[in-house]
């Protein structure tokens, strides 16, 4: 039986003991109980799990390093997590918590990484849609730095080279859409000066007006508050790559949300991925069920489906587009599926049972049944097993007399 913790506080001879704390770089504790980041182990990214297994050795595992073992004697304290707290208020609620300069202890880019390691990776992945949920979709455009006047090169920006360019959300309850309708633009300084056409286009605001309401901080604040606060499961088309996107957002603009808003970024929450969702309906009478994986577009299953689109590739439409699509879906799950057998050959119609010529008296005989039948002499041939020429000779020099 194996048991998952979310701390670890290990024993040192002679050094300060290290503490495993889920996603934190391993830290070291000091007599007040305070946690500072262990700079020989930030190599090592943030702690993913935590777990007591049968023997009672605790398997701790890491995000960019190999996980190792520990046994009991080299374990001062383990804490598990039953009320979901988030890190902060499960070291207070067990008298530690973070030195005030936590994250003046780690790089710029290893600050990024825990950031990102962070931010909405707390999901339960569904494998069926509840009656409420919203569903989010994004829209992105790609990267570029300026090089001198008028020269634009395409830029890859702590690990990514696009980012999202429309972000929106749409509530559902019982079939039905409900209050939540968020549309957002994101006016993201690395998009070319373009990209920032087409938004003022698409909403009809002035200049001045697009770059308040598209600031991706004012945008990402607002998804929090309404999106992620209101605590329903969310429901992408291709999850992975949306919250890959998300998180790089948060990450980037983390100093500049609220605690209370970095406590929902790091919240649980239930994920439904809708793509991997049309995968298992497809594959739902395979025996290899488990091997199919398709990924199609969300607009081709949709037309698929019947339901058209009028406006593909609008973040908004295609959230809507991913509502209808799970429901077809869901109603053709329970639907009988006709499974195929193999291919038979033809049936051959009976044929007339012939009785096979014994003398030579019963073999012209039947040659003279099987032309009165309209038979061909090559029919005939065939069927007796003599020379077109016999059947010839036997039809003009042996004809039938009654006798």
Not at 29 to 54: M, Y
Not at 142 to 149: D, Y
Not at 271 to 286: C, G, M, Q
Request: hydrophobic share 35%.
């Amino acid at each position: 039986m194996q048991t998952t913790l979310a701390f670890l506080e290990r024993i040192i001879p002679d050094h300060p003991n290290q503490v495993y704390l889920l996603n934190y770089p391993v830290c070291t504790v000091n007599e007040q109980r305070q946690l500072t980041p262990l700079a020989s182990a930030l190599s090592f990214g943030i702690v993913t799990q935590l777990t007591l297994d049968s023997k009672n050795r605790y398997r701790i595992t890491f995000s960019a390093n190999q996980p190792f073992l520990l046994t009991k004697k080299k374990v001062a304290q383990t804490y598990d997590n039953p009320g979901q707290l988030d890190p902060e208020s499960l070291l207070k609620a067990n008298g530690y918590q973070l030195v005030p300069d936590f994250d003046q202890h780690l790089t710029t880019d290893q600050q990024f990484q825990n950031r990102l390691d962070t931010s909405l990776t707390n999901f339960q992945q569904l494998k069926r849609i509840p009656s409420r949920y919203i569903t989010v979709d994004c829209e992105f455009g790609p990267f570029f730095k300026k090089h001198g006047v008028g020269n634009w090169q395409p830029a890859l920006i702590h690990g990514m080279n696009t980012g999202i360019y429309q972000l929106s959300a749409l509530s559902f309850d019982a079939h039905h859409q409900t209050e939540l309708l968020f549309d957002h633009y994101l006016d993201n300084p690395y998009f070319l000066p373009e990209k920032q056409l087409t938004g003022l286009a698409e909403t009809g605001l002035t200049l001045v007006e697009y770059q308040q309401q598209a600031n991706p901080v004012t945008v990402l604040k607002a998804f929090i508050n309404q999106v992620l606060a209101s605590h329903r499961p969310l429901a992408f088309w291709d999850a992975r790559y949306d919250l890959k996107c998300l998180r790089w957002l948060m990450a980037t603009y983390y100093d500049r949300l609220t605690a209370n808003e970095h406590r929902l970024i790091k919240q649980p929450f239930q994920l439904f991925d809708s793509e991997l969702y049309t995968d298992a309906v497809i594959n739902r009478a395979n025996h290899q069920a488990n091997l199919g994986q398709h990924l199609l577009p969300l607009n081709g299953v949709a037309g698929l489906l019947n339901i058209a689109n009028p406006h593909q590739h609008n973040a908004l439409w295609d959230a809507l587009t991913i509502h209808h699509v799970i429901e077809k879906l869901t109603q053709l799950k329970v639907e009988p599926v006709q499974v195929l057998t193999a291919p038979q050959p033809p049936a051959i119609p009976p044929t007339l049972a012939l009785p096979t010529p014994k003398t030579k008296d019963h073999k012209y005989q039947l040659v003279h049944q099987l032309r009165s039948t309209g038979q061909t002499y090559r029919e005939i041939a065939a069927t007796v097993g003599i020379s077109i020429s016999g059947v010839n000779y036997i039809l003009k020099k042996h004809p039938i007399t009654n006798s």
